[in-house]
C-alpha cells in the first residue's frame, strides 16, 4: 500500500476525524502531504460520501492543533533543549537542527507575517510554530495569523479536489504552478517589508 491509498483508507474509516488526524500529521510529520490529503477529501466530497464545508473545517482543526501543539513546545523549552531534542530525533521527523534555525531566522527577520504565509508552504509550515513559540509571539497572534494561512490553504487544496479530483494530469498541473505563484507572493512580502524598513529608517534620519 502506497501513501495516497494509505491516505484515503484513513478517511474511508474514519471520515472528518480521519481528516483532521491526517492534517494534524502533515504538520508534525512532512512527509505526510497537505497537497495529497486535502485534494483526495475534497474528491470524496464531490462524490456525495462528505461535505466540502466538513471537509475544510476537519482539515482547519487538525492542522490548527499540531500549529498550537509546536508552539507550545518552542515556548515551553530553552532553545537548548529544543536544538538537543531535533539533533537526537529530527530524523525520525525529517527535520534538522539547520532547519530550526532557518525558520526562527526568517521570524527574526521578516515577523510575524511569516506565521501567514508559512502556513501556506510545504515543510515551512511544520517548522515556523516552533520559533514563533521560542520568540514569545503572543499566542492569540499567532493563532490570528495561522486561521487565516490555514483557512486559505486548506479550502484551495479541498476546491481543487473537488472540482478537478477526475482530471489527475490537471490537478498536477494546478500544484506545479501554484508553487512558483507562492514563491512570487512570498518575494513580493519580503520587498514590501524591506521597503517599510527602508522608509522607517529615512525618517529618522530626517528627524
Not at 483532521?20 to 512527509?31: E, G, Q, V
Amino acid at each position: 500500500m502506497n501513501l495516497t491509498e494509505w491516505i484515503i483508507s484513513i478517511m474511508e474509516k474514519l471520515g472528518y476525524l480521519g481528516i483532521a488526524l491526517l492534517m494534524f500529521l502533515d504538520n508534525i510529520f512532512p512527509p505526510v502531504p497537505s497537497e495529497i490529503i486535502m485534494p483526495s477529501a475534497g474528491y470524496s466530497a464531490s462524490r456525495g460520501e462528505l461535505l466540502l464545508i466538513g471537509v475544510i473545517i476537519a482539515g482547519c482543526i487538525g492542522s490548527l492543533v499540531a500549529a498550537a501543539v509546536l508552539y507550545w513546545i518552542g515556548y515551553k523549552f530553552n532553545h537548548e533543549t529544543i536544538f538537543r531534542f531535533v539533533d537526537r530525533y529530527g530524523k525520525y521527523f525529517f527535520i534538522q537542527s539547520s532547519d530550526v534555525k532557518t525558520a526562527l531566522d526568517w521570524f527574526e527577520h521578516y515577523g510575524h507575517r511569516i506565521v501567514f504565509f508559512g502556513r501556506m508552504v510545504p515543510a515551512v509550515r511544520s517548522l515556523i510554530s516552533i520559533p514563533a513559540g521560542m520568540s514569545r509571539m503572543p499566542f492569540w497572534k499567532f493563532m490570528f495569523y495561522s486561521s487565516l494561512g490555514t483557512i486559505i490553504w486548506t479550502s484551495f487544496l479541498a476546491c481543487v479536489g473537488f472540482y478537478f479530483g477526475e482530471n489527475q494530469a490537471l490537478m498536477h498541473q494546478i500544484f506545479s504552478q501554484v508553487g512558483y505563484v507562492m514563491l512570487g507572493i512570498a518575494l513580493l512580502i519580503i520587498l514590501w517589508i524591506f521597503y517599510r524598513r527602508y522608509q522607517r529608517k529615512r525618517r529618522n534620519f530626517k528627524n
